[in-house]
Each structure stands twice: as structure tokens, then as C-alpha cells.
């Protein structure tokens, strides 16, 4: 007859099977969001196939070990010969610059969605500083429109006048935030 097991095998059992978390960006140290941000353009590299995954480890300065702790069951397959793909979309954190009445100011964005809502936004608002985009365009497009809880700043006008004044450096946008490519 066989011996019911114990609770705290059963516990054992169990915390050897859960998967590591990924780390909180709030508790990274300036030199490990460096290479956070370095593991998301990998990942951003692995989705649009640009190379081969352990190109990209090289040509990103990581190690396989990094790339699976901060990208974690974002990075598919790997295992028995299978290659290494990236999902399809993402919940990990960016630092990206938000638009706001008095300029663009740092904000942590979750979510590839929200990230490309976001590029969207200033490749449109490019438009309209260019002159490529009329104002009404503009605003019937990203009024109201909100990202990651925050409405985005869509004043045409105020946008032409910050422009004017220099207060909106487009070439600083990506500046401190990803690599330069």
C-alpha cells in the first residue's frame, strides 16, 4: 500500500516546477536597463528578421542567459534544435517620450501595442510639423485618443507653436531611449 506524500514534498514539487519571473524594471540598476532596453531591440530585431537569434546576441552584446531573463516567454522555441522566435506582441516595459502640453517628457510605457500606438502618434505629428498633414487631419485622428491609461496631447495648433519655437527636437525623440541603428 502506497504512503500518501507529505505536504511539504508536495510544496517542493511544486516550487521546483514555477518559472523564474521576469525582474521588475522599478528594482534594475542603471547598468542592467541598459541592457534591458538592449534585449527589447533584440527582441524588435528577432520579429522583423533582421538576422539569425545568435547574430543578434552578438551584434546586441548579450548573452543568451540575459536575453531569457528580461525577455523571457517573449523568446518561443530554442529547445531541441527548434529555432528561437519572438511572440508576436509583448507586456514588457519601455521607456518612451510622451507627448504633454509643455513638451515630451520620459514616461514607462507596458505593451508593444501601446509602443506603436505611440510611434504612430509622433510619425504623424511629424507630418503635421512638415506640413505633409493638415491640422484637422490630425486632431480628427489622435483627439481623445488615450495610451496606457494617459491621454495624448493632440492640440494641433499648440503643436505648430511648439514647433515653431524649437521646444519639440524630433531628432532628440529616440535619442536616450534605444540604440542607434
Known amino acids: 500500500m502506497r504512503r500518501p506524500r507529505s505536504s ?4 517542493e514539487a511544486l516550487r521546483q516546477k514555477r518559472k523564474p519571473r521576469l525582474p521588475r524594471y522599478s528594482t534594475l540598476t542603471v547598468t542592467e536597463k541598459a541592457v534591458y532596453r538592449r534585449a527589447i531591440d533584440l527582441l524588435h530585431d528577432l520579429r522583423h528578421g533582421k538576422d539569425p537569434y545568435s547574430k543578434l546576441l552578438r551584434k546586441h552584446r548579450l548573452s543568451s542567459r540575459e536575453a531569457r531573463r528580461y525577455l523571457g516567454s517573449n523568446l518561443l522555441g530554442g ?16 521607456e518612451l517620450m510622451f507627448p504633454m502640453s509643455f513638451g ?4 514607462l510605457v507596458r505593451g508593444l501595442p501601446a509602443a506603436t500606438k505611440l510611434s504612430n ?4 505629428r511629424d507630418k ?3 506640413g505633409k498633414l493638415s491640422a484637422r487631419d490630425f486632431e480628427t485622428e489622435w483627439r481623445g485618443v488615450r495610451v496606457d491609461g494617459r ?8 503643436i505648430l507653436r ?16 534605444g540604440s542607434a541603428r
Open 8 to 11: 511539504s514534498r508536495k510544496r
Open 79 to 94: 529547445t531541441r534544435g527548434k529555432r528561437v522566435r519572438a511572440s508576436k506582441t509583448d507586456r514588457l516595459v519601455r
Open 104 to 107: 515630451d517628457v520620459h514616461v
Open 121 to 124: 502618434f509622433f510619425q504623424d
Open 128 to 130: 503635421l510639423l512638415r
Open 151 to 158: 491621454e495624448l496631447f493632440a492640440d494641433a495648433a499648440t
Open 162 to 177: 511648439m514647433g515653431n519655437a524649437d521646444v519639440l527636437k524630433l531628432e532628440n525623440l529616440y535619442a536616450s531611449v
